[in-house]
């Protein structure tokens, strides 16, 4: 769907592309939380045992602290640029419902709808591919929806302009 909000026409950006960046910015914030907490991916029931019991609550800091760098980067990149790496990589911003960057309480907002969203298995992010401007219950909770980024106009001056002689 297209909107006309003045001089450019937003188009929302489609559940597969939004899903993408999603599974960029999880690959990379895996790769970050693994580099700084090493304990948090391995198997929890291999810790219950023997000589181990003394990492569960290590685990569970790691947790909690992989929880905080997870909202840190999305809320701080959303209310920063717009978008996270994921976002960047393919061409997609978040914004306000009318057009406008979102501040950090909105970004805080949106991850709370992330959060929620997660809560109902999933469920809350289906409206990306039914509502007509692309919104999932987290975007509707903050008032923000998705664009694709309109493509700079290209010219083709080197096409056009006659090349300097050489003699």
Same mark, same amino acid.
């Given at each position: 769907?297209?909107?006309?909000?003045?001089?450019?026409?937003?188009?929302?950006?489609?559940?597969?592309?939004?899903?993408a960046a999603f599974a960029v910015d999880a690959v990379l914030?895996?790769?970050?939380?693994?580099?700084?907490?090493?304990?948090?991916? @391995?198997?929890?029931?291999?810790?219950?045992?023997?000589?181990?019991?003394? =990492?569960?609550? +290590?685990?569970? &800091?790691?947790?909690? %602290?992989?929880?905080?760098?997870?909202?840190?980067?999305?809320?701080?990149?959303?209310?920063?640029?717009?978008?996270?790496?994921?976002?960047?990589?393919?061409?997609?911003?978040?914004? @306000?419902?009318d057009g406008s960057n979102i501040s950090f309480s909105y970004?805080? =907002?949106?991850? +709370?709808?992330? &959060?929620?969203?997660? %809560?109902?298995?999933?469920?809350?992010?289906?409206?990306?591919?039914?509502?007509?401007?692309?919104?999932?219950?987290?975007?509707?909770?903050?008032?923000?929806?998705?664009?694709?980024?309109?493509?700079?106009?290209?010219?083709?001056?080197?096409?056009?302009?006659?090349?300097?002689?050489?003699?």
């Amino acid at each position: 769907m297209e909107q006309d909000t003045g001089a450019y026409a937003l188009e929302y950006a489609s559940f597969w592309r939004r899903f993408a960046a999603f599974a960029v910015d999880a690959v990379l914030l895996s790769i970050i939380i693994s580099m700084i907490f090493p304990i948090h991916g @391995r198997d929890l029931f291999q810790w219950f045992s023997g000589s181990h019991r003394y =990492l569960v609550p +290590l685990v569970s &800091i790691s947790n909690f %602290l992989s929880t905080l760098v997870t909202l840190a980067y999305s809320v701080v990149f959303w209310s920063w640029r717009g978008q996270t790496p994921g976002k960047l990589l393919l061409n997609i911003k978040v914004l @306000r419902g009318d057009g406008s960057n979102i501040s950090f309480s909105y970004a805080l =907002l949106r991850y +709370l709808g992330y &959060i929620i969203c997660a %809560l109902t298995l999933g469920l809350g992010f289906i409206g990306i591919i039914c509502d007509n401007r692309k919104q999932g219950l987290h975007d509707k909770i903050a008032g923000t929806v998705v664009i694709k980024i309109p493509e700079p106009a290209r010219t083709d001056n080197a096409l056009t302009e006659p090349r300097p002689s050489t003699g």
